[in-house]
């Protein structure tokens, strides 16, 4: 595997020094707060979920004739921990309006004030 | 006001600067007869927030909420738990305040949600590639019709009686401006869907059949003869789900041969909302037709420095050529409810998305044969997921106005969807979810027998 600091590079010495384009590699990929975050189909797993459901009984009765699904559908899940950790992580990759001053776009930029968004689902 | 950054005295500096006595001076070129003078005539001032908030719980106990009732609507909408850490993430100001990703150096964390947004709504499906999203289901579907008369240089599309009305409704909105031909029917009241009639409407003239999986009344049509009979003339399918909770039960109908399946992803993280804004899913199984597609795609690809990232593509297909040489000109999508969907499905995973399919299964089943008891009710389907429809023997419209008046929410009437089709006018969709306790469903039962006697 690799060794924490692969490259020998230190501190004093500059970014490139170590013939890399762009300073030393890291172990985790990120540099300092940049992060790398690697797609859901590359960390979540089909047996892993996020979510607490009752598991599927056998020898119910079904209503589904010949149409019932056999063949995974092919989807992964992450735990909720790690689901937050993955969103959170994409979301800091993106500039938007909360972060700083966006002179684009007629169609979208408007203010719209917080409590909109929490009124939507009123009761 | 609580939104405008500049004060009184950032103003007159810059009305110093640029020479202006006061803000009126910059409105000299406007006629004095055109100039609004004062508030605008029938719009109240502006409330705080806090007076906002009280008018709104006022007005909402008006409604009567899915959750406040024993609740049994359906019909293409559907009440599902959302967890609470998807509505936590699509709040989040980078995500809810990103402007759309056409900067993709600001907006890798938008793009890739996309990209694996789309890998999940392909795999759900059974198809080699999906958009970022449409508006919603209906529209999604007319998206599908339109694309398949580009592929095949056919006018016609054949909509199957069973299809939502809404959706019929409009596809046949659209095809006023496009002149192309639609030929829909009245749905068929039998316990399973009229595959060989809607077989036999195929011909050579026929762009796409439209059929929709579960259909309206529940019921789940055999894709496979359809497709079948549709590729032998030339046609393509088009495959509509407006529950894709369902496809964690059933077979995908990409895997069943539809080249182009669209549907509502309402279900999956969007929540009932008042009826919106909800979120159209749209894929192809073959990768031939990906230039044909409509609205957004994004891809995978290196930046200068080698490493991945994300961009949308083979936007020649869209809004940025000509206007008639575009393959739709939606130029957005339903972005946060995509974001909301991947949420949801990255919890759920295919783990929990088959065990969520079970629970709505097996507790339909218990809501059929209970309400199969009730005297002078009959439950049409032979097949269904999560909705099936009752025949009730009386106007269902009304004896869902009854059982409202009395608190339990039993169900979407066909009437209500189909006012002028008589012969359905007895017939009620009763969906159940997960949400559905046993409680409810002996509820609606008890309370549908005392109606019906």
Known sequence: MNAPNKSGWKPEMNAGDDGMHNGPATVTGNRALMLEEPLLFEIGHAEVTGVDLPEVGQGTSSRLGQFARSEPIGLVGLTEPETMRHYTRLSRQNYAIDLGLFPLGSCTMKHNPRRTGSTRGCA | ?453
């Open chain 2, 1 to 453: 006001m609580r939104y405008l950054p500049l004060t009184d005295s950032d103003r007159g500096e810059m009305l110093a600067r640029i020479g202006a006595s006061s803000i009126d001076d910059l409105f000299v070129d406007v006629p004095q007869a055109a100039r609004l003078n004062g508030p605008i005539d029938g719009l109240p001032m502006h409330m705080s927030e806090m007076a906002v908030e009280r008018h709104m719980r006022e007005r909402s106990k008006k409604n009567l909420a899915a959750a406040d009732a024993p609740f049994f609507l359906g019909a293409g909408a559907y009440r599902h738990h959302v967890p609470a850490s998807v509505d936590h993430i699509i709040q989040r100001g980078e995500f809810l305040t990103a402007y759309t990703p056409y900067q993709p150096e600001i907006a890798q964390g938008t793009l890739q949600m996309l990209f694996e947004f789309q890998t999940q709504v392909a795999r759900l499906y059974g198809c080699a590639v999906a958009n970022a999203s449409m508006y919603d289901g209906s529209t999604a579907c007319w998206e599908a019709v339109a694309m398949a008369t580009r592929v095949t240089r056919r006018k016609k599309a054949v909509i199957s009686g069973a299809l939502h009305p809404h959706y019929t409704e409009t596809i046949k909105t659209m095809a006023k401006f496009t002149g192309d031909e639609i030929a829909d029917s009245a749905p068929s009241l039998q316990p399973q869907p009229d595959n060989a009639g809607l077989i036999a409407r195929i011909d050579d003239q026929t762009a796409c059949v439209v059929v929709q999986y579960p259909d309206i009344l529940g019921r789940i049509p055999d894709l496979a003869a359809i497709a079948e009979a549709a590729h032998a003339t030339g046609a393509l399918l088009v495959a509509v789900n407006t529950e894709p909770v369902a496809l964690g039960a059933i077979q995908s109908p990409g895997e069943l041969g539809a080249d182009i399946v669209v549907g509502e992803g309402q279900s999956i993280g969007v929540g009932l909302q008042f009826g919106g804004p909800y979120l159209g899913l749209f894929a192809v199984r073959d990768p031939k037709h990906v230039r044909q597609m409509p609205g957004r795609l994004c891809g995978e690809t290196v930046d200068a420095e080698g490493k991945r990232g994300f961009v949308l593509t083979l936007s020649t297909r869209e809004q940025h050529i000509r206007r008639e040489k575009a393959t739709s000109n939606i130029c957005t999508n339903a972005g946060l409810c995509a974001l909301a969907f991947s949420v949801h499905m990255t919890l759920l995973g295919e783990k929990g998305l088959r065990q969520l399919a079970a629970e709505n299964h097996r507790l339909a089943c218990i809501a059929a044969d209970r309400l199969a008891k009730v005297p002078g009710v009959r439950v049409l389907n032979d097949t269904f997921f999560n909705e099936f429809t009752l025949m009730l023997g009386q106007d269902a419209r009304q004896v869902t106005r009854i059982l409202a008046d009395r608190g339990v929410l039993a169900g979407v009437s066909l009437g209500r969807l189909l006012p002028d089709f008589e012969a359905g006018a007895e017939a009620l969709l009763v969906a159940v979810t997960e949400t559905t306790s046993e409680e409810d469903i002996e509820t609606l039962a008890s309370a549908l027998q005392e109606v019906l006697a």
